[in-house]
C-alpha cells in the first residue's frame, strides 16, 4: 500500500457526533456532568450523539487526578472533525508556593463541557475536511504522495499549519498553492506530490 494523490473538497453535512469522557482518581460524577453539559448544546442540532465514560480508580489511575474529554464529529462525505480537552491538578513541585485555595481552583466539569463543545462547533463552523490541529498532518502526507496534483479544502490556516508548509517547502521542496474561497470562507490548497519512496522497506 502506497499513498495517493486527493481531490478533497467536499466536506459534507455533520451526521453524528461520538466521543468518550476520562477521568482519574476524582468522582465518576465529573464525567456525567461534562456529558449532560455537552449533550445540552448538541442535542438541539441533531440526534446521533453518543458520549462513552471512561473512568479509572485505583492502581489502574496512576497518581495524577484530572479529567477531561474527546469529540469527534462525522460528515456525510467522510470527514473528521475532532476536539478534546483535559483538566487536571499540578504537581506537588509546581505548587509548592501556591495557597491551598488556588491549588483546588480547577475549571467546573459542567464548565468543560460547555467549552469543548462550543470549540467543536467552532472548528465545524470554519468548514475543511479537517480540524485545524491536524491541517498539518494532511499537508504533509498530500506532500509525500506520489507526482500527482492534490486538492485539499480547508478552513482558516492555523499558526501550525502555516509553519508545516514552510517546513514541508524547505524539507521537501513542496510548494502549496493557496487560494482562498470567499463563497464559503474557506481555503483551497493545491500541490504536487513529491513522490517520496522509503528506500529502507523491503520489496517483495
Request: net charge neutral; with cysteine.
Amino acid at each position: 500500500s502506497s499513498l495517493t494523490a486527493v481531490n478533497w473538497i467536499d466536506e459534507g453535512m455533520v451526521k453524528r457526533i461520538r466521543g468518550v469522557s476520562f477521568s482519574t482518581r476524582v468522582t465518576a460524577q465529573f464525567e456525567n456532568t461534562m456529558i449532560h453539559s455537552s449533550r445540552g448544546i448538541f442535542n438541539r442540532l441533531l440526534p446521533d450523539v453518543h458520549i462513552f465514560t471512561d473512568h479509572k480508580a485505583g492502581a489502574q489511575a496512576g497518581n495524577s487526578p484530572g479529567y477531561g474529554i474527546s469529540l469527534v464529529a462525522e460528515t456525510t462525505s467522510g470527514c473528521y472533525i475532532s476536539a478534546d480537552t483535559a483538566v487536571s491538578y499540578a504537581r506537588k513541585d509546581e505548587t509548592a508556593d501556591m495557597e491551598d485555595d488556588e491549588k483546588m481552583d480547577l475549571k467546573p466539569p459542567d464548565a468543560v463541557g460547555v467549552e469543548i463543545a462550543s470549540v467543536l462547533l467552532g472548528e465545524i463552523e470554519q468548514g475543511g475536511v479537517v480540524d485545524s490541529t491536524h491541517q498539518g498532518l494532511l499537508f504533509l502526507l498530500c506532500a509525500l504522495c506520489p507526482q500527482d496534483v492534490s486538492k485539499i479544502r480547508i478552513g482558516k490556516l492555523s499558526p501550525y499549519g502555516i509553519e508545516t508548509l514552510r517546513h514541508i517547502r524547505d524539507f521537501l521542496g513542496v510548494k502549496f498553492a493557496i487560494k482562498p474561497d470567499p463563497s464559503t470562507g474557506t481555503v483551497i490548497l493545491k500541490c504536487v506530490g513529491c513522490g517520496f519512496k522509503n528506500l529502507s522497506r523491503k520489496v517483495s
